[in-house]
């Protein structure tokens, strides 16, 4: 059986940091692409950032690139996001995703994953 599971959100003031981790066990973590989306009240969710299988391969949201760090350690079947410079509008419930495939082509569409954690909420103060 598969499982996601993300950890590290929080409350945090603006132009603060967090770091989020997520650990997936059930599947070969290093045989596929992993994903951060994001989903805010009252909005959909949105992608934030994707890393292929090896790490080699990084991709990340407008709204999100400079500040986010996408990262993973596939000895231990971790992903993280470095979050800095966090912002109110960064205030969301943050989701890994596990991909269909070892590359993040397509990473913003829902499609291209198959497994979901049930998400961390982080808060960003002003």
């Known amino acids: 059986q598969v499982q996601v599971m993300e950890s590290g959100g929080g409350l945090v003031q603006a132009g603060g940091s967090l770091r989020l981790s997520c650990t997936a066990s059930?599947?070969?973590?290093?045989?596929?692409?992993m994903a951060w989306f994001r989903q805010a009240p009252g909005k959909e969710r949105e992608g934030v950032s994707c890393?292929?299988?090896?790490?080699?391969?990084?991709y990340y949201a407008d709204s999100v690139k400079g500040r986010f760090t996408i990262s993973r350690d596939n000895a231990h079947d971790t992903l993280y996001l470095q979050m800095d410079g966090l912002k109110p509008d960064d205030t969301a419930v943050y989701y890994c995703?596990?991909?269909?495939?070892?590359?993040?082509?397509?990473?913003?569409?829902?499609?291209?994953?198959?497994?979901w954690g049930q998400g961390t909420q982080v808060t960003v103060s002003s």
């Open positions: 059930g599947l070969s973590f290093d045989d596929y692409a």
């Open positions: 995703a596990a991909a269909t495939t070892a590359y993040c082509s397509g990473w913003r569409q829902f499609g291209h994953y198959n497994y």
């Open positions: 890393i292929s299988w090896a790490g080699s391969g990084t």
